[in-house]
Each structure stands twice: as C-alpha cells, then as structure tokens.
Nanobody
C-alpha cells in the first residue's frame, strides 16, 4: 500500500502562485508514475500533470502547459506542483495520485489517492 498526503492549497488572487506538495509513504518503491488531478465544483476529476517516478519525464494537460510544473524529490518521496499565473478556472480540489502502471493520464489507472487540497483563485 501507498499513502499520499497533499498540502499547500489555499486562496490566491488571479495571476498568483501556489505550490502543492504530496508526500508518499509505504511501498513507494512500487510507484511508476505520480500525478495531479483536479475536480472543479460540480465537474469531473481531470488530469493535470504526471511525472515518471524513476526517469523524471513529465506530462501536462494542455490547459496548464507553460504555467504549472511538476517535479519530484525521490529522497523525500515527495512530488510538487508549482502553479504560476493562476486563473479563476484553476479553482478546484487538487488530488495527488500514484500508480504502479507504466501508463499515465487516465484516472482509472491510478490506484492510490490523497485526500485532496482546495485551491481557490479569486478574480
């Protein structure tokens, strides 16, 4: 089992920045990818970004390319999501997720989930 705990959400004005963190514990050696998803109010949970736990390759949704950066610190078993130039449409609950699968992006492939952290961007 893998446990994930997010932190770093909050309220920020449009154009501002936030950094989310996700600390993993348990059988972290089994992780292949770690990703971030978000769920706006009344909408489905969507892919935001992913990072290969071993190789470090990164992948992003088109809506966040150039504004968000995913990174990892393997020594700390932690993944980060740096979010710059935030927009009101980025308002959502952000979830960290992990998978033992070599495939990324599809929500159903991620086996482990954090509890979520709220990000609110005011206009």
């Amino acid at each position: 089992q893998v446990q994930l705990v997010e932190s770093g959400g909050g309220l920020v004005q449009s154009g501002g920045s936030l950094r989310l963190s996700c600390a993993a514990s348990g059988r972290t050696f089994s992780i292949y990818h770690m990703g971030w998803f978000r769920q706006p109010p009344g909408k489905e949970r969507d892919f935001v970004a992913d990072i290969s736990w071993r190789g470090g390759s990164t992948y992003y949704a088109d809506s966040v390319k150039g504004r968000f950066t995913i990174s990892r610190d393997n020594a700390k078993n932690t993944v980060y999501l740096q979010m710059n130039n935030l927009k009101p449409e980025d308002t959502a609950i952000y979830y960290c997720a992990a998978t033992r699968s070599p495939y990324y992006g599809a929500l159903q492939r991620y086996e482990y989930w954090g509890q979520g952290t709220q990000v609110t961007v005011s206009s």
